[in-house]
């Protein structure tokens, strides 16, 4: 399995932004599809946005498509997620994960591995 950690969260005003960061370690990072999730109190684990081994294909939910960016730097061994126009809805713990499957997935069950997550407010 693959260690990773999340970095980068913190209070916000709406319409601010934040980019997260997850360092990974272990097995090598390239041979992994990774994701971002988001989980609020009292709410389910909620896909936020994937990306493929290569970075060559991302994929967003709905409620992040046009504000979220996410990429990787396969030399650095590190996933980013670049928040922009940030709402208070978005307010959550925000963690990354590994997938064996080539693309990645917007689904928790298809991820082998997750970071500690980071906190992310959003005040209105």
Known sequence: QVQLVESGG??????????????ASGRTFSSYA???????????REFVARISWNGGSTYYGDSVQGRFTISRDNAKNTLYLQMNSLKPEDTAIYYCAASRRLFG???VFDYDSWGQG???????
């Not at 913190?10 to 360092?23: D, E, K, N, P, T």
């Not at 990774?34 to 389910?44: D, H, L, V």
């Not at 980071?118 to 209105?124: H, L, W």
């Open 34 to 44: 990774m994701g971002w999730f988001k989980q609020a109190p009292g709410k389910e």
């Open 118 to 124: 980071t906190q992310v407010t959003v005040s209105s």
């Open 105 to 107: 997935s917007p689904q």
């Open 10 to 23: 913190g209070l916000v005003q709406a319409g601010g932004s934040l980019r997260l960061s997850c360092v």
